[in-house]
C-alpha cells in the first residue's frame, strides 16, 4: 500500500523530549513542531492560504536562521525549498543547525500538473542527494487543474502523496545536492516514455479514501456553494488560530542570525542579543529576525 502523508511523518524518529523547527509552515504545518520560521508570514504570495499559528512564529529567512549549531534536533521544510532563489544557501544552513532533516516537495508529475510560476526548482532526489533543475515547464493543461481544483481532486492527491511528492528524511550531514545543466522541461522531455513505450489507460482502480474524506465530499454535492464557502471560512479561520506568544524558555533554544553565538532574550517589547547587542523589533506583533537583505553597513540597535 502506498504511503500517505501521515504515515510518513509518523515514523519519523522524533523523540518527546527533542526540539522540532519548521522553516515555511504555511496553512498546515507539522503538528510537532515547537517553533516556525517565516519570511512571508503577512502574504498568501506563495500560498493558497493564511499562516497558521499551531506554534510559535517568527519573521526569518530560510537562509540565516535564528539558530546555534546544531541548534535542532529536526529540522521540518515542506514545501519550501522549490520556492528558494539560492537553496544550496538554505541546505548550508540545514547542516550548519540541524541534526536531523525533513524536506518534502513536488514530484515532476505534480509539477506538470500545475505548473506553478512560483517555483524556481524541480528537484528529483536520489537518497539523500538532490537535483535542482532551473524550473522552466510551460503550463501544458493551462488553470485547468488550478480552476477547477475541489474537495475531490484534492482528496485524490492525498491519497497519491507518495507519487506526487517526494521526500527526503535523514541526517542533515547526509544531504548532499548539485545544480543540473538541463532545464527542468529538458529534464522531462528526455525522460519521458515515447513512440511504444508510451503507456495507455489502466483499468480504474478503487481509492481508498477516509471517513473524513467521504463526509468532505458529500458535503461538497449536497450543501449550496454558498453555505459551503461560509462553512470551508469557519473551518479555515479555526485552523489558522492566533499568534502563541515566544517564552523566553523558547528563545533559549534560538540563537542570534546576526552574530550566530549570542543568546537571546527577551527586553521589553524586543528580542535582545547578549552576545552582539543586537535588538530585534516587532512587526504585525511578530518578532522580527530577518537579516537577509540588509544593508552590509547596518549597525545592530543598541
Known amino acids: ?9 509518523r515514523a519519523l524518529p522524533i523523540a518527546p523530549g527533542d526540539f522540532v523547527v519548521e522553516v515555511g509552515g504555511g496553512h498546515d504545518p507539522f503538528w510537532r513542531s515547537d517553533i516556525i520560521f517565516d519570511k512571508y508570514p503577512f502574504d498568501n504570495l506563495h500560498r493558497s492560504e493564511d499562516l497558521a499559528h499551531r506554534a510559535p512564529v517568527l519573521i526569518a529567512d530560510a537562509t540565516a536562521l535564528p539558530l546555534r549549531e546544531h541548534g535542532c534536533d529536526l529540522l ?14 538554505f541546505l548550508a544552513e540545514v547542516q550548519r543547525t540541524a541534526r536531523h532533516v ?8 505534480r509539477e506538470l500538473l500545475f505548473a506553478w510560476s512560483m517555483h524556481e526548482w524541480l528537484v528529483e532526489v536520489r537518497g539523500s ?34 507519487a506526487l511528492n517526494h521526500h527526503v ?3 542533515a550531514g547526509a544531504i548532499t545536492w548539485e545544480f543540473a545543466t538541463e532545464t527542468a522541461f529538458e529534464h522531462v522531455t528526455r525522460a ?27 458535503l461538497q454535492r449536497a450543501l449550496p456553494k454558498p453555505a459551503l464557502d461560509r462553512l470551508v471560512g469557519a473551518v479555515r479561520r479555526r485552523r489558522r488560530g ?22 537571546l532574550a527577551l527586553d521589553a517589547d524586543t528580542v535582545r542579543c547578549a552576545g552582539c547587542g543586537r535588538r530585534y523589533g516587532r512587526r504585525h506583533g511578530l518578532f522580527d529576525l530577518d537579516i537577509v537583505g540588509e544593508p552590509a553597513t547596518a549597525q545592530p540597535a543598541s
Open 76 to 89: 521540518f521544510a515542506s514545501h519550501l525549498i522549490e520556492h528558494l532563489p539560492e537553496p544550496d544557501r
Open 192 to 218: 519521458s516514455a515515447r513512440g511504444s513505450q508510451r503507456v495507455n489507460q489502466a483499468p480504474a482502480s478503487e481509492v481508498d479514501y477516509t471517513w473524513r474524506q467521504l463526509g468532505v465530499l458529500v
Open 169 to 171: 528524511a535523514c541526517p
Open 129 to 162: 542527494h538532490l537535483t535542482f533543475y532551473r524550473n522552466d515547464i510551460p503550463q501544458l493543461f493551462g488553470d485547468f487543474f488550478h480552476a477547477h481544483y475541489d474537495f475531490l481532486l484534492d482528496a485524490w492527491m492525498l491519497r497519491r502523496h507518495a
Open 1 to 9: 500500500m502506498t504511503s500517505t502523508r501521515a504515515q510518513i511523518l
Open 242 to 263: 492566533t499568534a502563541r506568544p515566544v517564552t523566553q524558555a523558547l528563545l533559549d533554544r534560538l540563537g542570534c542570525p546576526a552574530c550566530r553565538t549570542g543568546r
Open 102 to 109: 525533513y524536506l518534502e516537495f513536488p514530484a515532476r508529475y
